[in-house]
């Protein structure tokens, strides 16, 4: 098993000792024109009006992709029809020891309904909305790299 580097949000701030790693079903749909979602956290939540993905907690004996089918129905009223696990980021945020399981949503039916009183935006690199919830700077980062990969021409 590789080992996940994990990223540290404001290292200043007090953990408990006793935390576990809680493990979570990210949702990052694309549009066809490469735009993807971005939902605000509700209020009462931690990081309440940062901009994430879409996405929950595993619950007991779901997978990744279980989770994400019902975290994307409980929050933003939609139905996945393919999920792709992409990549895997840990993050260390004062409240919680994270696990991020970021799957590609490309297919999809119904439409998009704010659940839990969040707002929404489909957004292009470089995000407009602010600001972004530090889990979410990685698929940011990740995004770019994939464009300027495939912007790049080599010469012979």
């Known amino acids: 098993m590789t080992q996940v580097d994990v990223r540290v949000v404001d290292p200043d ?6 935390r576990c790693l809680v493990q979570v079903a990210v949702g990052v749909l694309l549009r066809e024109d490469g735009a993807f979602l971005l939902t605000s956290r509700p209020a009462g939540k931690a ?4 901009w994430e993905f879409p996405g929950g907690k595993l619950e007991a ?3 990744v992709e279980q989770a994400l089918r019902r975290e994307l129905q ?6 996945i029809k393919n999920c792709a696990l992409w990549k895997t980021e840990r993050i260390d945020y004062p409240h919680a020891l994270v696990q991020l399981n970021f799957c590609k949503v490309t297919q999809w039916s119904g439409e998009l309904q704010m659940l839990e009183s969040q707002s929404s935006a489909w957004q292009q690199l470089p995000v407009m909305m602010t600001p972004v919830l530090p889990g979410t700077v990685p698929v940011l980062q990740w995004f770019a790299q ?3 990969f495939q912007g790049q021409t080599h010469a012979t």
């Open 61 to 63: 004996g779901e997978t």
């Open 74 to 79: 409980e929050e933003i009223g939609i139905t």
């Open 146 to 148: 994939e464009r300027n």
């Open 47 to 50: 990081y309440a009006g940062y």
């Open 13 to 18: 701030q007090p953990r408990s000792a006793e």
